[in-house]
């Protein structure tokens, strides 16, 4: 090492060369502020208006320094995953690591270039701060570290869904998403920070980051028993829920939000169906209450009812009319989104923890209200929406203009209906997507092409279908057109359909935001077809009741009313589902559970009264 | 041996007593305790007690999520926190079989080489302080913070880089900052003749530090020393060119030796060293412009990431000497334990309990500011 000029003994005179120093600016710096790096991890920025509140940088947090402090008077939505809770930093634990503004699901959170605060004893609080845009004393000192790719600890994709090409599902029901693989699924669930967003979003409440979480860590028999505690139609939410989760997650309001559905989705393929019962049986009351409870319909609303209340010990009978139990999900949603074989899978675990379910028995004709009334403790009304609306615009009585609901239950039930080689679908929701892509199936495998128009009332940006649904009813070559009023359906002079006449919308809303549709009488369409298909909503067949109970009933709009137990004014007579809520089929599994607990609480009561 | 429990001296008949020293004492960077028995100013023998530091971080890191500890191991050596991160992270990134990007170790490497740079400055300017060279200590201080305000650009903290995680590190550098690297470079390389001639030349110093707390090779090998101690005694040893990890392959540097094992010995090799470190910190700033490609391999979410099963070691050359990170993982989100090597831990208690004995009471800062031990390491 002949760098360095030393000597063993050193030298007397070399330090005398620092002298220089005397001449020559000090080494040490002037201690005068400056601002800190582009980069400097100071004092926390909060933009507000970004921040949803989920709580994830607490959770990251490796000091517990960030607490959630609730700000009344801030939006909260569980709807679109906003808590009116912003974090709070107590600097007397931080570290200024930046894990939180790394981590952080909507990049609201950032330190800033400010690293400045001294305090007196009496102001020691003010180590505990809730940060805003502007930082810690008010004045912007510029961003420091911020969210950035480099750092950025949250995963925005999505893992990708193998589906069935357009081109090998356009001429049969075949289920078109494959669901993950045990691979898919991991990485999908790890994506999840845990905010449980999902889970105030979920009518039902789902504990999907629970399920998520045991997914992640291989423990599905746990992610099906998470699932089980609030929802018996796993398999059908696993297909064709409405994922209101998925909406609120705080992953999407960046990325992709977590594929919730596909995941629970696969919890419940991956585990056999024996596991599944037996899972679904753990905490069944063994002994019989001696209580029977009969219930009218047999959909998401009247088995989840049937379900929780005979795992309570309650004999449940369910009364359904049509051959097949399952209500819309089977004769209203096509297979090629919901196999009936899963569907099944979903109704042998109910009926396995004792529920007695009648198909093919129709109240009102086959057994009577009254008889049931007699006969049973408590009765719940859960008949769905079964009527399909009509638009009453000219000759819609014609023979060839069709419910879509009536349509839909037809195939599922195989009758023949008569395909035609062309239909146009009146309506924008997905019940008119389901019908025009079952229709355009049964085209094909008949006639070897399909010729379907859906005509929607709103612009494509506002259509009340899933997205996903329009874009595969597209990639099925279904014509869509978007802001077209019906106006009449055409007949010639022989009686025979011709097709449907109609205008464009200019607006749908009045200025009170009543339904009021406004056309531009100027653009004028023919479509014409064989058929014409009306998918604008359903009613509930209530005729049942006969008409002495529907008088003594309460209605609100057409839908029962019912009090926060799901009781309507007659005190035997209990109601959920569709025909209380509206259509969905999630929403459909909270009432049940609704309904079924307020039975339960009555009946306990009931019996210690007595 | 901490005060609450220090039991009254009973003196025998002798001209032996007792003299607590420290825990606060200039002599090393933070809390650190020797109980030295006297006889006149002649050490009969010495106790070292590195417990006044002692923060729990290996019992810590058990409860904290695996990206959670890399907020706290750079607190483990303050002076040198660079180590720490990488070492911790390469043993994470092995636990989960994480391939670091080339670019990322690069990175890397030149932090860790600028950590050395700034560590050493920083035991030369105490150094000095301990012969009362107190200019020198400014000057190490005030030059040391050069490479911090590097080390502010590129990690957003001066101290504390919390920088490198498992997978990489946390920002790419900045635009033309390898320019301003070259000029610290050229700015430190520049002071190097001035501290020579008010340091290491200076006879004040050579005369103090001359044959003191001398160790021989072999008792090196067998106190555990690691480092710019091990190399004073003649033994060429080094983690970065014995057991390459990061890009060290691809690097030229020599490794420094000396022969005396002693104080002065030791700090001559760092001496070396510094210019050793500058060599590789210019060979990354020509390498890093033409190596591409991500700056972190990404990890799984933070949050829920479950390593496999299983244990590692690694182990990197600091400032101080070998550090090691034995890592073990039960397959949860957190370390089932994990135990840090901390090369001070062998400097500041056997080797500085064995050189001190029989040496005088006024060479005891020399001694233990030679070995270059951090207090917070020995402990842990």
Redesign the interface.
Known sequence: ?A??????????L??L??LQ?FARPP???PLEPRP??????GFHLNDWEKCIGCG?CQ??C??AAITMVRIPGLPADPAQGIRDQRPAIDYGRC?????CV??CPTASLA?SREYVHTCTDAELDSYFVLPDPNGMHGRYYGH??SK?A??D???LQRQAMGELEPSARGDNFREIVAGYDDQQAL?E??????CGMCFDACPTHMHAPEYI?AI??GRVEDAVRWIYRTNPFAHVCGRVCTHRCEEACSLGHRGEPIAIRWLKRYAMDALPPERVKAIAAEGRVATPSGRRVAIVGSGPAGLTAAFDLAKRGHAVTVFEGLPEPGGMPRYGIPEYRLPYARLDQDIDVIRSVGVDIRCSTWVGTDITLEELRRDFDAVVLALGLQFGRSTRIPNSDHPQVRKAVTLLRQATAGEAFGTPRSAVVIGGGNVAMDIARTLARLQRREYGAARVTVTALEARSHFLADAIEVLEAAEEEIEILDARGPRECVVDGAGNLVGLRSWRVKSIFDAQGRFAPVYDESDERLHEAEMVVEAIGQVADTALLGEALTERLEWRRGRLRVDADGRTSEPWLWAAGDMVNGPDVVHAVADGHRVAAGIHAWLEQRESVQ | MRPENYEAVNHPPSNEFELFFGPNHPGIEGNYALKVKLNGDQVVSARADGGYLHRGFEKLMEG??W??????VPRICVPDPVPMEVCYSLAVEELGGITVPERAQWIRVLQLELSRIAAHLFTFGGHAATTGMY?NM??G???R?QIL?LF??????RV?H?YN?PGGV???I?TGYLERVTRTLDYIES?LP?Y???F????????RA?GIGAMSQEQALEWGVTGPNLRATGLAFDVRRDDPYLVYDQLEF?I?IEQAGDAWART?VR??EL?QSIRIVRQVVERLPHVGGP??A?????????LPAGEVYTRVESSKGELAYYVVSTGGDKPYRVHVRGPSAMHAVQVLENLTAHARLEDIAQIMFSLDACPPEVDR
Request: aromatic letters at 10%.
């Open positions: 090492m760098d360095i000029p030393y000597k063993d003994k050193g030298s007397l070399n330090p060369k620092a120093f080494v040490t710096e800190a790096s582009a980069n400097y991890r994830t959770k990251v490796d000091n570290c200024w690591c930046g894990l790394d981590i330190l420091g570290w950035s480099d750092s600890l949250v995963d990485l669930a790890s994506r999840c920070v845990q979480r992640w860590e | 904290r999520l990206i959670q500890n890399i907020a706290l200019s400014y000057w201080v005030a030059d913070d305000d502010e650009e590129l990690s957003g903290g504390y919390i995680i946390r920002r790419d900045p002071r001035d020579d001639n008010l290491f030349t200076n006879q004040v110093f050579v005369q001359r020599d420094p001559l001496r070396q210019v700056i972190r990404l990890i799984p979410n933070p949050l829920a990431w479950n």
